[in-house]
């Protein structure tokens, strides 16, 4: 049985293409009909392969470098070996992405599974719902009454797209994802197995017990967001919640309802946004990041992996821990520790 290969390139590019495409210097010319029929990591490198180097810090991987062309920036060009074609450029890793997007189009944007065209015969459109030329609705998918999908997008096979949701063009609802009470832009990404729309957790104390609070509101994921895997997003209680224009969330998410995020931010995966949180645009969460609810972060505010954020954070700021409080502050608790647990009971010393 022979091992699969997923992604073919579209076609091979020269140094000298790559220069032009990326706006890199292309530091020896006579390297410009060099041959670049793939990409790969520095470590691993090989035969026709474009690899990248970023930063005085991985110097040393350009040294060693077994590749056809490199990218990297102008401090480290002398370090990479003498066959080796040299592309300099400030953001060495952007620039590769760049080329690798052109080379792997299909591993760069979700594809159609089945490789049907149209409406499937296996698929469930109601005969209200609005479709622009060039949608493909998949085997085993269902589409309901009065919902509009825009040209380009593909609902993949067994997703959902409930009743009066509006989808943009050129987006992707991936394979058992659902997408109910919704409104989505233009591009915008929903992978596998992600739940887009559900009920809020809104409950009131009853005389049985919890009781359910309505949630009337919509979810609202501006162009050019990405929604990962078996991520979740509650649509809002009485308004919407928001996911703004550009951001990308990870798998594993829990989005809860009347969250607003802004635009471009990024979310790690396993993180979870309480009811009502705000953030502002740029936003850095890492992975498992907890916010509670009706917590403010502001604008290009980057938070720690693990943390648990409890209070507001200002515009800029650098946090980390549970509870969370500024980075240098952590990290000055973190060393007192260190020096406790290095102190024997009784020997002020150590």
């Not at 159609?112 to 609705?137: F, K, Q, W």
Request: glycine share 14%; net charge negative; aromatic share 4%.
């Amino acid at each position: 049985m022979t091992d699969p290969v997923f992604f073919e390139a579209s076609r091979r590019y020269s140094a000298l293409e790559v220069a032009s495409l990326t706006g890199a210097l292309l530091v020896n010319p006579d390297h410009g009909d060099v041959e670049i029929s793939g990409i790969a990591s520095a470590t691993d490198g090989g035969a026709g392969k474009l690899v990248f180097v970023e930063g005085r810090r991985n110097a040393g991987l350009a040294a060693s470098l077994n590749a056809a062309a490199v990218l990297c920036t102008a401090d480290i060009a002398d370090s990479v070996p003498a066959g080796v074609a040299v592309l300099t450029v400030a953001r060495p890793q952007s620039a590769f992405a760049a080329i690798g997007r052109l080379l792997f189009p299909a591993a760069s944007s979700p594809q159609a599974i089945t490789g049907e065209t149209g409406v499937s015969a296996g698929a469930h459109v109601d005969p209200t719902a609005r479709l622009e030329p060039g949608v493909i609705v998949e085997a085993g998918a269902v589409v309901g009454a009065s919902a509009a999908i825009g040209a380009g997008t593909i609902i993949a096979p067994n997703a959902i797209v409930g009743r009066s949701c509006q989808i943009g063009r050129d987006c992707y609802v991936g394979p058992s994802a659902s997408v109910q009470y919704a409104l989505l832009g233009d591009r915008v990404i929903v992978h596998g197995g992600a739940m887009i729309g559900q009920d809020g957790f809104g409950f009131v104390a009853g005389a049985g017990g919890p009781e359910r609070m309505p949630q009337i509101g919509r979810v609202v994921l501006q162009d050019n967001v990405e929604i990962g895997a078996n991520t979740t997003v509650d649509r809002g209680a009485m308004a919407d919640t928001v996911i703004g224009e550009g951001t990308k969330i990870d798998n594993l998410v829990q989005v809860a309802h009347n969250v607003r995020i802004g635009r471009g931010c990024v979310v790690a995966g396993h993180c979870g946004l309480s009811g009502s949180v705000t953030l502002g645009d740029g936003v850095m969460l890492g992975g498992r990041v907890g916010i509670a609810d009706h917590v403010t972060i502001g604008s290009r505010v980057q938070i720690a992996a693990a943390s648990g954020v409890m209070n507001d954070i200002p515009d800029g700021e650098r946090w980390a821990g549970a509870p969370a409080m500024p980075m240098r502050d952590f990290f000055r608790q973190v060393s007192a520790i260190k020096t406790l647990s290095k102190v024997r009971k009784g020997d002020p010393h150590g």
